[in-house]
């Protein structure tokens, strides 16, 4: 079982940064891929960015690629998202999630676990 808090969202002016953390309860935190998903009002929940249990391995959705960085620290269960030049289209609810996963990784339902969302607001 994997329990995840997310934290550091909050309102920010366009071309600004943040930086989201996840935090995860569990033992078993270290083998399983994590990742962030968005929901904007009225949108589908998309992928963001996702990382391999070694943290050598890392996927972008286009949107974010070359602006957003995700990381991991094993030692404190705790998953990153740094993002800069942020941009309104940015706007959303974001999501950290986990799960033992095989093939695509930017697919919501094969991770079975889920934070309760930060709400990041990028102003233009």
């Known amino acids: 079982q994997v329990q995840l808090v997310e934290s550091g969202g909050g309102l920010v002016q366009a071309g600004g940064s943040l930086r989201l953390s996840c935090a995860a309860s569990?033992?078993?935190?270290?083998?399983?891929?994590m990742a962030w998903f968005r929901q904007a009002p009225g949108k589908e929940r998309e992928f963001v960015a996702t990382?391999?249990?070694?943290?050598?391995?890392?996927y972008y959705a286009d949107s974010v690629k070359g602006r957003f960085t995700i990381s991991r620290d094993n030692a404190k269960n705790t998953v990153y998202l740094q993002m800069t030049s942020l941009k309104p289209e940015d706007t959303a609810v974001y999501y950290c999630?986990?799960?033992?996963?095989?093939?695509?990784?930017?697919?919501?339902?094969?991770?079975?676990?889920w934070g309760q969302g930060t709400q990041v607001t990028v102003s233009s």
């Open positions: 569990g033992r078993t935190f270290g083998s399983h891929t």
């Open positions: 990382i391999k249990w070694s943290g050598r391995n890392t």
């Open positions: 999630a986990a799960g033992i996963i095989s093939g695509s990784v930017s697919v919501d339902y094969k991770y079975s676990y």
